[in-house]
């Protein structure tokens, strides 16, 4: 995507061919910073600090990350203890055990001297992979806006998201957000509802400065607004991204997916999850059993924002002492979706739809 008019993505190898750049997103939308990672510890710490965020993103800097780390040790024992630092860092975007899993898959039975090349072909596969993924979700959620554009004679298109499921939470495109940037660029008119997703503000800060920098209108609302607006007719279909997605069809995304799900389902707004392959966990059927992330309580006590004179601070918003849960996601059951979005076309939410997109899967696990 381009920014001020330079094309970029949302991580990238450097011309010294071994060091790894990526847009530090813990700055975004109040500067544009590019961050360098030059060792499996930045990776890993920038994972966790959510300086890269986003299911598919994580996957491929962990990707980057273990090529890192083998540039100082090649042996087996590393690879693996590797892995599982940059495993740990995040629970609840499979993607990120996609990766590694590739990653080492790549790596066995290669002569130690070939390992870092591999490591580092392997992690510009992934990545590069990511971008055509996206670009093919893009083009199958397309066809559902285009669908509504011809009722709306005109009119927008009227697309609720939550979270940031856009360019900058993949290598490129985004996964939700792709369709929708595929629609602006056909002249499709699409306005675009978005959720400010506490505590982190993806909704606020990525999602409404991705759209803002290619154009596509846009109104950012507050987390609570989604139910009132579909019952006034003002949301067409929700779109979302997800971190996790079971075989059986359930879906984990950032906290508050589930109560849009819930308020579409009851005002029949079509609710689609748009998910690369690599999201789809095949060792799980329930989504009771997918790990949730919960993360330190001073995320939802504080909020980050720019002061009138231009700084940038962070302010607490809750008494002292006041104690504060953060679950990070949620789980929204596949009866409330009414479709995947995918690399391979549009699927119902339910476990034989997604087999019928990947039949191979049928005899495995
Ligand atoms: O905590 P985050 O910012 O990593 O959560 C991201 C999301 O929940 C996205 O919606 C999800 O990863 C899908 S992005 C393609």
Redesign the pocket.
Known sequence: MNIDGKPYRSIWLNDDGWSVSIIDQTKLPFAFEIAELRSLEDAARAIKT?QV????L?GATAAYGLALGLRDDQSDNWIDDAAEILNAT?PT?VNLKWALDRMKEALQNQPRESRVATAYETAKEISDEDVEVCRKIGEHGLGLIKAHAARKKGEPVQILT????GWL??VDW???LAPIYMAHDEGIPVHVWVDETRP?N?GAYLTAYELGAHGVPHTLIADNVGGHLMQHGKVDLCI????RTTAGGDVA??IGTYLKALAAKDNDVPFFV?LPTS?IDWKLQSGADIPI?ERGGEEVKYVTGKLPDGTVARVEIAPDGTDAANF??DVTPRKMVTGFITDRGVAPATPDGLLRLYPERMKKD
Do not use: L, S, Y
């Open positions: 959510m965020r986003g299911a598919p994580i995040r975007a939550h979270c940031n499921a939470a993949t985004g996964t939700a982190r993806q979302v991204g997800t971190d995304n950032k748009a999201t992330e990070a996601f």
